[in-house]
């Protein structure tokens, strides 16, 4: 049975060698292996076998390409924790940014109505729904494996969230118009290229959460124009973009007859996200 030290050391050193280690990496996988984190091991504590071998059997699935996220099933989004696993999107911290501009517009409105598409693992309408209870929150997803977790992390993490499977590129019918307050997107932008590209990086989570057709921006031409007349008039859209399309994002949104648009930077000080409003008359 190897002392504890023995087993970090073992642990850091795989992960060195594949270029994974950081903290982070090592603190999830000694959680999940051993149930604690290698800070309150002490050095010469000895690890019962069959806890050092399942630790080896999650240090191997990491190795093997396994996100860490869905070897954790849990993952941290703002103030909370979303269930995560194969079929689903891994939530990122610049998408916390899009449910913080959402709740932003919404300050000050009494039971606000939200639309939150492609919600994949549900976190960013979940966000708005903790945000603001009074608000009724509907979140669109097409894929089955995700809608999964979708249910399940509404279940545990809010109440009244209304989830709805359908197609975002045809689901715009199945709303009445002048309808929304808000509605979001964090819909797929990747370039077929570019998913070819960070293939070994992108491939254990769902291709369809990632891919926009060719240059990326199939969804956008399409969301953009067909879900503004669902929105009320001063209500906004809120998108969120790969750092390189803000801009063209932000002129479709001015060519459909949004106003006020608006891009937005993430910490790291890159264009994330586009907002626009539907003004008050006229379209």
């Not at 504890?4 to 292996?33: K, S, T, W």
């Not at 001063?234 to 390189?244: I, K, N, R, S, V």
Request: glycine share 10%; hydrophobic share 40%; aromatic share 8%.
């Amino acid at each position: 049975m190897p002392a504890a030290a023995e087993l970090i050391r073992e642990v850091r050193a795989a992960l060195e060698r594949a270029g994974l280690y950081n903290q982070n990496e090592i603190n999830v996988l000694f959680e999940c292996g051993l149930g604690k984190r290698p800070g309150v091991l002490q050095p010469d504590e000895i690890i019962d076998q069959a806890a050092a071998d399942q630790l080896r059997q999650v240090l191997a699935r990491r190795l093997g390409g396994e996100p860490l996220q869905y070897i954790a099933g849990r993952w941290p989004f703002l103030d909370f924790e979303l269930e995560v696993g194969p079929g689903v999107l891994i939530p990122r911290p610049e998408t916390e940014q899009l449910a913080q501009q959402g709740v932003l517009r919404l300050r000050g409105k009494d039971a606000p109505r939200v639309l939150d598409l492609c919600s994949g693992s549900g976190c960013v309408a979940i966000a708005i729904k903790r945000a603001l209870p009074e608000a009724e929150v509907s979140a669109l997803e097409l894929s089955q494996q995700a809608l999964e977790y979708l249910r399940r992390n509404a279940e545990a993490l809010c109440g009244g969230l209304r989830v709805i499977q359908a197609d975002v590129l045809q689901a715009q019918s199945l709303f009445a118009q002048d309808y929304f307050d808000l509605i979001t997107a964090n819909p797929p932008y990747v370039t077929r290229s570019d998913y070819q590209e960070n293939l070994r990086e992108l491939e254990r989570e769902p291709e369809m959460a990632f891919v926009g057709g060719e240059d990326g921006l199939m969804f956008y031409r399409h969301i953009i124009p067909a879900y503004l007349p669902l929105l009320r008039r001063g209500g906004w859209m809120a998108l969120e973009t790969g750092f390189d399309q803000t801009e063209t994002v932000a002129e479709m949104m001015k060519a459909a007859g949004y106003t006020c648009v608006e891009v937005v930077c993430d910490l790291f000080g890159l264009p994330r996200n586009v907002i626009g409003c539907r003004p008050d008359g006229g379209v």
